[in-house]
């Protein structure tokens, strides 16, 4: 059992911040141990084993599934809670009409009377953690205090935790305090608060991912985005993925999709056999951290050290590489269950399901067999495309930046912006179909500018005017696109194929970023020519490829119409230059 005795001896001399904050949070919890996290593989084994004994976690098949297991959370458990995220600034104008608000003092005035008490009978952990290579000056340290066991084993993959990262807090002195407790699930008692003018963050009755992994979304998106414009960077909701074109060099590309919208699909995208020659690397699925070089141009690192993905529908034909890297040593969260104890999902095109995500006999008419938010959370270097640049200190150069959603209609497969400018009005218009990745309707189309509406810590005005500055600074500025993999004809089919399919647009973007590749101009900005794109060996029609590349001047109309009066909510922090970049557009359209 974990006692207090597994506090490291040199601690308090090493961070005597985080040995006081700890203090104050065992007086307030009254945790009956506390244990300090290394890092190490012997603790994430004590650990499983732990879980293993209690029930909380299941093994699964070890023919099959070598070193994986399941955890099944609780039934009202499974997803993001956006409308009990909060961000809680001084001023609500900081926050912004894109966040929920409350006032700091009554926050924590809230949370201190749920935390009361709140570990007793359990163990709370201290997750030192670094988001970015350790040894990069463009990576940020936090700990995480939590009475989860679960949420210790998806830190340990999924940042670098430990040792290291708390010699790093003690040399630098700044680290985001983020504390977390299950509470006792209940929904009526949950609470994700974020303090950005603190640089702290208190999560209340929720083990899901995105709500009790605070090294992830509530660090390295809402805290870091403010960070980050204190300080002159983005922090971004975005995959960085490595393009090695059959001429032997690499670009690197980011890309900002909404949650369930094939971000790691398309870090680690297989390239078709088609377009022979080209590789692909992963530096990252999830998030970006981008800063101004020296050079004029934009770095990146992925803040992250392992992937969090959406299970269902990863199979051998949509992605191999995902297949492959989740059979061993992954941690499952939701998925049903085979006869033989293997891991079940929809989209799987082998095995059938026998138990649900629930742990009840599997029963179609209850719906899908795992829940359709269910995950896998999976060391980076599991992945066949893994990028060894993602360890550089310096981060990757990017090429270009990528803006995508969900949208059945109006947004054409790709266009590129003007400039940067102009880029990031469409990145401030994206709209996309929510998903299951957070609680609530799925399917509905709402704007989620730069895919952070949930993720964005402060007021959506500052934070465009802050992207303003920083490609103000930029003399090589990434070329800006905006992609939609998900149109439908009128059949509700999709009309690109995608997974795959997408390396002939991303290898288009590459060809304008060369000054090689063909554009026509439109008024929403530049799009391939049929025959810009590579073609070559792809099975989509004439008809589908130019209801893929049309821009609709009557579907416009209305969706600009639309971008104006959304862009008009943020009031006087909206950036002139933005209504700017939306007149020129409509003039252009009229
Ligand atoms: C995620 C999300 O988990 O965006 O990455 O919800
Ligand atoms: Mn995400």
């Given amino acids: 059992m974990a006692t207090a005795a597994h506090m490291l001896t040199p601690l308090p001399r090493l961070s005597r911040t985080v040995a006081e904050w700890v203090e104050s949070v065992r007086e307030l919890t009254q945790p009956r141990a506390i244990q300090w996290c290394e890092g190490t593989e012997a603790e994430a084994r004590e650990l499983t084993a732990q879980l293993l004994k209690n029930g909380e976690l299941k093994a699964l098949n070890e023919q099959h599934f070598p070193g994986c297991h399941l955890a099944r959370s609780a039934p009202n458990d499974v997803a993001r809670v956006e409308h009990l995220t909060y961000i809680c600034t001084r001023s609500p104008e900081d926050a912004g009409p894109n966040n929920n608000w409350m006032d700091p003092q009554q926050a924590h005035a809230k949370l201190r009377e749920l935390f ?38 998806n830190m340990l993959i999924m940042t670098r935790a430990g040792r290291a990262a708390l010699e790093r807090i003690a040399q630098n ?56 414009r204190t300080e002159g960077w983005l922090a971004e909701h975005m995959l960085i993925v490595g393009l090695q074109n059959p001429s032997g060099e690499t670009h690197y590309v980011a890309c900002a999709f909404p949650s369930g919208c094939g971000k790691t699909n398309l870090a680690m995208l297989i390239p078709p056999g088609s377009l022979p020659g080209w590789r692909v690397f992963t530096v990252g699925d999830d998030i970006a951290w981008l800063h101004p070089g020296a050079d004029g141009r934009l770095w990146a690192i992925n803040p992250e050290a392992g992937l969090f993905g959406v299970v269902p529908g990863t199979n051998p034909d949509t992605n191999r590489n995902a297949y492959e890297m989740i059979r061993r040593d992954t941690l499952f969260t939701n998925v049903a269950l085979t006869a033989d104890n293997q891991p079940w999902w929809e989209g799987l095109t082998t095995g059938k399901p026998v138990l649900d995500w ?109 992207w303003l500055s920083v490609g103000a600074r930029l003399a090589r500025p990434p070329r800006i696109y905006q992609v939609n993999w998900f149109r439908r004809d009128a059949q509700g089919k999709f009309l690109w194929p995608g997974y795959g399919e997408n390396l002939r647009v991303l290898a288009w973007m590459l060809g304008r970023c060369a000054g090689k590749a063909g554009a026509v101009e439109s008024a929403i900005g530049w799009l391939p020519g049929p025959q810009d794109l590579d073609l070559r060996g792809l099975n989509v029609g004439p008809e589908a490829l130019a209801a893929l590349l049309t821009v609709d001047p009557g579907l416009w109309r209305k969706e600009l119409a639309e971008i104006r009066e959304y862009l008009s909510s943020y009031g006087n922090r909206l950036p002139a230059a933005l209504l700017t970049e939306l007149k020129n557009t409509e003039q252009r359209l009229a």
Avoid at 385 to 407: K, M, N, Q, T, Y
Avoid at 440 to 461: E, I, L, S
């Fill in 116 to 153: 009361r008490g709140c570990m007793r009978e359990r163990t709370l952990y201290v997750i030192p953690y670094c988001m970015g290579p350790i040894d990069s000056p463009l990576s940020r340290c936090g700990v995480e205090i939590t009475d989860s066991p679960y949420v210790v084993l």
């Fill in 173 to 228: 002195g700044s680290f985001v305090r983020g504390l977390h407790s299950t509470g006792e699930l209940d929904p009526e008692r949950r609470f994700i608060m974020h303090f950005p003018e603190e640089l702290s963050i208190e999560s209340f009755g929720s083990g899901y991912g995105g709500n009790a992994l605070l090294g992830k979304k509530c660090h390295a998106l809402r805290i870091a985005s403010w960070q980050a």
């Fill in 358 to 466: 629930q742990g009840r006999r599997y029963d179609p008419a209850r719906g899908p067999a795992a829940h359709p938010n269910s995950r896998f959370t999976v060391s980076a270097r599991r992945n066949p495309a893994w990028s060894p640049h993602s360890e550089d200190a310096c981060g990757v150069p990017i090429s270009a930046l990528v803006f995508g959603g969900r949208r059945r209609e109006v947004a054409p497969l790709v266009y590129e912006a003007r400039d940067w400018q102009h880029g990031v009005l469409v990145g401030a218009s994206v709209a996309s179909e929510t998903t299951a990745a957070a609680v609530g309707q799925v399917g509905v189309t709402r704007r989620d500018p730069m895919a952070m509406k949930p993720f964005c810590g402060y007021n959506f005005g500052d934070y465009w005017q802050h």
